[in-house]
Nanobody
C-alpha cells in the first residue's frame, strides 16, 4: 500500500536550517509530482513546494529563495531543504501526492524559536 513517511523535523533557532525527508513506497514514485504542505495551529494547510518527476519545481511565495525541494527517484525520496528559517515557518510539514485522490504522510513538526 502507499506510504509516505516524513522525517527531519525538530526545534531550530530563527535563521537556522533543517532538511526534511519523505520516504515513499507503494507506487511508481518517479511518475508523480511530489509536494510539501504545512499546517500551523488554527490555520489551513498550505502549499509549500512541488517537484515533478523530471525535477521541475514550484514554491509558495513565502518560502521562495529560502527553501529548496528536490527528489531522488532511485531512493523514492523527496527532500525539503529549509534555510533562513523564521518563527512563522513553525508548522507540521506534510508530504503529499495525488493519484486520483490525495495521499498524505503523518507529518513532521518544525518549530522555529529562540
Amino acid at each position: 500500500q502507499v506510504q509516505l513517511v516524513e522525517s527531519g523535523g525538530g526545534l531550530v533557532e530563527p535563521g537556522g536550517s533543517l532538511r526534511l525527508s519523505c520516504a515513499a513506497s507503494g507506487f511508481i514514485f518517479g511518475l508523480f509530482t511530489m509536494n510539501w504542505y504545512r499546517q500551523s495551529p488554527g490555520k489551513q494547510r498550505e502549499f509549500v513546494a512541488a517537484v515533478t518527476g523530471g525535477g521541475s519545481t514550484a514554491y509558495a511565495d513565502s518560502v521562495k529563495g529560502r527553501f529548496t525541494i528536490s527528489r531522488d527517484n532511485a531512493k523514492n525520496t523527496v527532500y525539503l531543504q529549509m534555510k533562513s528559517l523564521k518563527p512563522e515557518d513553525t508548522a507540521v510539514y506534510y508530504c503529499h501526492f495525488k493519484e486520483g485522490f490525495p495521499y498524505w504522510g503523518q507529518g513532521t513538526q518544525v518549530t522555529v524559536s529562540s
